[in-house]
């Protein structure tokens, strides 16, 4: 299995957790987190059954041009491999920025992994799909299931159903809240320089901003939890996967929430307090 590092933990540790051998694909600031083909086509091997995208990306909001998509669905499927593409955070690209076509739509193999709980505002409803134009591969997830979740709870699906029906009313609106808190988080940036830097994200409802201050990342986030309430995710949290991973200051910051006005005031605060 190939997976991009670092992301959403489940990615790689269930593989691993059924013995597959996973390569991380390790995404650096330094290239705007951004994935290439190249390093893709690097890491798969002879035996590589499953190749994992996560775009746009958790926890850098970073996405693959159209171009470099098209490149990486054509090179997993030239070695045989299917591209499982997590497709959670999309409908949420900042801007004029154009969806990826998802990955089911994009190769006859492709698997794409969608859910309410991001784009649609629902994270608490448990409601998600798995689409794929390979019959086979849709035989043997419905058979697994049947082990796992019989079934879903029938007032989240009523709730599922509804914000499907009314899509495009509710992705504007989760877009237009994540779009105000893009722009406050950059503001609290600009205002408290040196002490953050990042590269913007493209899609998604988080960011990995770098702390550039005194101490480490996370003391920053323990000192902001503790002092102002607030909770930020330091790198060392993403490391898990990859202990072998330099050490970076990056944190995720989730830009999601319509309190987030609130919880940008009470860091301000604290950083004012504590760094000056």
Not at 245 to 272: C, E, Q, W, Y
Request: glycine share 8%; net charge neutral.
């Amino acid at each position: 299995v190939v997976c991009l590092w670092p992301s959403y933990q489940s990615l790689y540790d269930v593989a691993r957790s059924i013995g597959a051998d996973v390569t991380l694909v390790e995404l650096r600031e330094e290239n705007r987190w951004a994935v290439s083909a190249s390093a893709i086509e690097y890491a798969i091997r002879k035996n590589t059954k499953l190749v994992i995208i996560n775009a746009p990306h958790n926890p850098t909001g970073s996405m693959p041009d159209h171009d470099t998509w098209r490149t990486i669905v054509k090179t997993v499927e030239d070695s045989g491999a299917i591209l499982f593409a997590d497709e959670v955070y999309r409908l949420l690209e900042h801007g004029d920025v154009v969806p990826l076509n998802a990955g089911a739509a994009s190769s006859p193999r492709a698997i794409s992994l969608g859910s309410v709980s991001k784009a649609f505002g629902l994270a608490g409803v448990r409601i998600g799909w798995i689409a794929t134009r390979d019959a086979a591969i849709l035989r043997s997830l419905e058979t697994y299931k049947d082990y796992t979740t019989i079934c879903a709870s029938a007032p989240a699906e009523i709730l599922a159903i509804i914000a499907l029906t009314n899509w495009s009313s509710i992705v504007s609106g989760q877009k237009a809240i994540v779009s105000a808190n893009l722009k406050l988080w950059e503001a609290f940036m600009s205002d408290h320089e040196p002490l953050f830097r990042w590269v913007r994200p493209t899609g998604g409802s988080v960011g990995f901003p770098q702390w550039l201050g005194e101490g480490s990342v996370d003391e920053f986030a323990e000192n902001a939890v503790q002092e102002a309430g607030v909770m930020v995710l330091p790198s060392s949290v993403f490391r898990h996967g990859n202990p072998r991973a330099a050490m970076t200051n990056n944190f995720r910051v989730g830009l999601g929430r319509k309190s987030f006005p609130s919880a940008i005031d009470r860091l301000g605060s604290h950083v004012r307090a504590r760094y000056g």
